[in-house]
T-cell receptor, first 114, second 116 residues
Framework: GNSVTQMEGPVTLSEEAFLTINCTYT??????LFWYVQYPGEGLQLLLK?????DKGSNKGFEATYRKETTSFHLEKGSVQVSDSAVYFC?????????????FGPGTSLSVIP | EAQVTQNPRYLITVTGKKLTVTCSQN?????MSWYRQDPGLGLRQIYY???????DKGDVPEGYKVSRKEKRNFPLILESPSPNQTSLYFC???????????????FGPGTRLTVL
């Protein structure tokens, strides 16, 4: 079945450091890929997404590229801020006529210190 | 304001006492889903619904029921709650149709359930 694997956390970085959170997936078809972010005490919200191979999603300085050859969708940001402290979830969604499921990774907790 | 609402936000109950967590969205979304979030496991899908009267199991459906009688509402029912259902629950909704795998989900604020 489909699955999503993320790097283990927690991750602690200093402000302005470079961030990479690895995400790899397995899927039988051609899913869309997402990164969601969860700030403390809140629900999840979309950070960025990509629908097909070589698509790059970007938002708020974060980027991720859909790599079909390596089945990966790694999240990157060039310079993190304290306000980026949150839990980040990689997810895939695969849709067929009678099937529409979303699979999330376990989440990676990020703490950014001044 | 476009939103997904859940009630209650916090609930403490005892084993075996039936409960319902409500979920409502005002965005006319066809797709709705319930997840539970547990430390180290991320979000796991319990049930989802592709439209009114159409529901299907996610990865962890045991011990839960759902119904979709109206487009906007998708309640989660625990007929006989047990302590292993203590968790943080999220409802979500999204559009469906066309290249629907591309559609993002909108999440409610969560319901923290404790079963004693």
């Amino acid at each position: 079945g489909n699955s999503v694997t993320q790097m283990e956390g927690p991750v602690t970085l200093s402000e302005e450091a470079f961030l990479t959170i690895n995400c790899t997936y397995t899927a039988t078809g051609y899913p869309s890929l997402f990164w969601y972010v969860q700030y403390p005490g809140e629900g999840l919200q979309l950070l960025l997404k990509a629908t097909k191979a070589d698509d790059k999603g970007s938002n708020k300085g974060f980027e991720a590229t859909y790599r079909k050859e390596t089945t990966s969708f790694h999240l990157e940001k060039g310079s993190v801020q304290v306000s980026d402290s949150a839990v980040y979830f990689c997810a895939l969604r695969e849709v067929k006529t009678s099937y529409d499921k979303v699979i999330f990774g376990p989440g990676t907790s990020l703490s950014v210190i001044p | 304001e476009a939103q997904v609402t859940q009630n209650p936000r916090y609930l403490i109950t005892v084993t075996g006492k039936k409960l319902t967590v409500t979920c409502s969205q005002n965005m006319n979304h066809e797709y709705m889903s319930w997840y539970r979030q547990d430390p180290g496991l991320g979000l796991r899908q319990i049930y989802y619904s592709m439209n009114v009267e159409v529901t299907d199991k996610g990865d962890v459906p045991e011990g839960y029921k759902v119904s979709r009688k109206e487009k906007r509402n998708f309640p989660l029912i625990l007929e006989s709650p047990s302590p292993n259902q203590t968790s943080l629950y999220f409802c979500a909704s999204s559009l469906r149709g066309g290249s629907s795998s591309y559609n993002e989900q909108f999440f409610g604020p969560g319901t923290r359930l404790t079963v004693l």
